[in-house]
């Protein structure tokens, strides 16, 4: 049952809190008492839970694959100093979802709690438009780290290169392309038929990658054939290549940090496939941003430290496989390094194809997607919401033949993905704010006073993020095909959402279960 008036769950004993040591069969009847019934089996602890926010990041491969950004931006100032900042922020948007989704634990993620937070006199109208953002990141940002591992994929082939000087693998489109299918199918396989799984898969995950960034650090500070940069390089030197203002350069070289981090709050799809969801995923959330945090610079600094001309680095759609090249001085153990980062891709794409069905599923089910009967469909072979993630796929799919336009298609695909995820994520915690904060009182994550600060915090890197990552990397922009799609890909998903909403949403949508 729910209480309508409050709009807060009930527990089997009619409090509104959740004990923390909830155990699977609880976690069951409070997902009943907030409307929905429980379809999807309970196989992850805090600590797989949290292994999984890990993955769904893999901090290191994504700081790789969007090192041109703040090497344009603003060079090593940009890269080190960036980071800090986009994971105290990030820190702040982690623990602010984690104080609502204590109350509201559900796999409908921020949709849901935004229209149990808002007033019933526009809850509707404000849930649609968080869900449809919330889907469409997470299809986006899929989409994104498929294509970065393509790209970063054809940057690690040519280590390897001619006598000539000539790359081995040209990178034509069509080879691009076929890549990212290959990539992308591999990575719904493996989602689909190995669910019960995929929490090992995580686990290894977190090993192999403190294991792959020691590697590189060891390696390329040791080896060092161009030298190294002195510490004064490393943290303060700034260097704007963007044709950007200084300071709006810097803006937009946070994109790299803000893809790395965009899928903070995408764990909260997993809720109803963890063990004690009110308690785990909160703590989950904020643990892992703090393990990203060391992760990032333990892997960023050593890459500083070797660095090679910026100036030729910017010419590369993937600079790291080039850095590390240069430190190691060759070819076969510049790819040996990278083979860590490349693996933890594919591990990646596999988390996020994962937390995408379960966010279109439950976005699905209550019936806010065209076809949501064919979409909302858990397959009772593989316990996963099959059609859901083939959707996602085919979306994905065509949405990557934009590359044959547009070179900078993934600047659009990682760009859209960060818009429309932190826009989701501001909703709910706005609306909370505006409530006074006073639904969150009754969670097991409650913050207090510091639940302002970050509040506060989330909303204002809200307002900034939106059109930042809208403009262009560099400009002036004399190509339309390195023009930033972001916007065009973005508005594309809006009207398709306003249309059906029109169509068919206004007179038949009724929203999460109240």
């Known amino acids: 049952m729910t209480d309508i008036s409050g709009k807060q769950p009930l527990s089997t004993n009619g409090l509104h809190t959740e004990s923390p040591g909830l155990d699977e069969d609880s976690a069951d009847q409070l997902l009943v008492s907030?409307?929905?019934?429980?379809?999807?089996?309970r196989t992850r602890s805090t600590l797989q839970a949290a292994f999984m926010s890990?993955?769904?990041?893999?901090?290191?491969?994504?700081?790789?694959t969007t090192m041109y950004y703040p090497l344009v931006g603003g060079g090593p100032v940009n890269v080190i100093w960036g980071w800090v900042a986009v994971s105290l922020i990030i820190l702040c948007v982690a623990a602010s979802l984690g104080e609502i989704t204590s109350v509201y634990p559900t796999a409908g993620g921020v949709y849901y709690q935004t229209f149990m937070l808002a007033p019933p006199?526009?809850?509707?109208?404000?849930?649609?438009?968080?869900?449809?953002?919330y889907v469409v990141g997470n299809v986006t940002i899929t989409l994104a780290v498929n294509f970065g591992t393509t790209l970063f994929l054809v940057g690690c082939i040519n280590v390897f290169d001619t006598e000539d000087g000539v790359?081995?693998?040209?990178?034509?489109?069509?080879?691009?392309?076929?890549?990212?299918?290959?990539?992308?199918?591999?990575?719904?396989?493996?989602?689909?038929?190995?669910?019960?799984?995929?929490?090992?898969?995580?686990?290894?995950?977190?090993?192999?990658?403190?294991?792959?960034?020691?590697?590189?650090?060891?390696?390329?500070?040791?080896?060092?054939k161009e030298g190294r940069r002195d510490a004064s390089y490393v943290f303060t030197h700034f260097e704007v290549n963007s044709g950007w203002t200084p300071g709006w350069s810097f803006m937009v070289g946070l994109l790299q940090g803000a893809y790395a981090t965009s899928s903070t709050g995408m764990l909260l799809s997993m809720c109803e496939e963890v063990r004690a969801p009110a308690t785990q995923v909160p703590k989950a959330m904020v643990i892992t941003v703090c393990i990203n945090t060391i992760a990032g610079l333990m892997f960023l600094i050593p890459l500083i430290f070797v660095l090679p001309d910026i100036q030729d680095l910017i010419l590369l759609a993937q600079p790291v496989p080039a850095i590390i090249k240069s430190a190691v001085g060759d070819s076969g153990g510049a790819f040996g390094l990278?083979?860590?980062?490349?693996?933890?891709?594919?591990?990646?794409?596999?988390?996020?194809?994962?937390?995408?069905?379960?966010c279109i599923y439950a976005f699905a089910r209550d019936?806010?997607?065209?076809?949501s009967g064919w979409w909302k469909k858990i397959s009772p072979k593989l316990d996963v919401p099959l059609n859901a993630m083939m959707l996602s796929m085919v979306v994905q799919i065509l949405l990557g033949l934009i590359y044959f336009g547009s070179s900078a298609a993934y600047n659009a695909f990682s760009g859209v993905g960060v818009i429309?995820?932190?826009?989701?994520?501001?909703?709910?915690?706005?609306?909370?704010?505006?409530?006074?904060?006073?639904?969150?009182?009754?969670?097991?994550?409650?913050?207090?006073?510091?639940?302002?600060?970050?509040?506060?915090?989330s909303v204002c890197w809200s307002l900034l993020a939106i059109p930042l990552f809208c403009m262009p990397t560099t400009v002036p922009v004399t190509d339309p095909s390195l023009m930033n799609y972001a916007s065009v890909v973005f508005v594309g998903f809006t009207a398709i959402s306003v249309g059906w909403y029109i169509f068919w949403g206004r007179t038949h949508y009724t929203g999460p279960p109240a």
């Open 54 to 64: 890990f993955v769904l990041a893999s901090i290191p491969y994504g700081l790789a």
């Open 367 to 371: 019936g806010a997607i065209p076809g």
């Open 121 to 133: 006199s526009w809850r509707h109208i404000a849930a649609w438009t968080c869900g449809w953002l």
């Open 338 to 358: 990278l083979i860590p980062l490349l693996v933890l891709a594919i591990i990646c794409g596999v988390g996020c194809t994962t937390a995408a069905s379960r």
């Open 167 to 224: 790359d081995v693998l040209a990178g034509e489109p069509y080879q691009v392309f076929l890549i990212f299918l290959g990539i992308t199918l591999l990575c719904n396989a493996i989602s689909s038929l190995c669910n019960r799984w995929l929490p090992i898969l995580d686990t290894f995950a977190i090993f192999w990658t403190f294991a792959g960034v020691i590697a590189i650090m060891a390696c390329v500070l040791t080896i060092a």
């Open 420 to 457: 429309a995820l932190t826009a989701a994520y501001a909703s709910p915690i706005i609306i909370s704010m505006l409530n006074g904060r006073q639904t969150v009182r009754t969670g097991v994550f409650y913050l207090g006073p510091l639940g302002w600060f970050c509040n506060i915090v």
């Open 34 to 41: 907030l409307g929905y019934t429980p379809e999807l089996a």
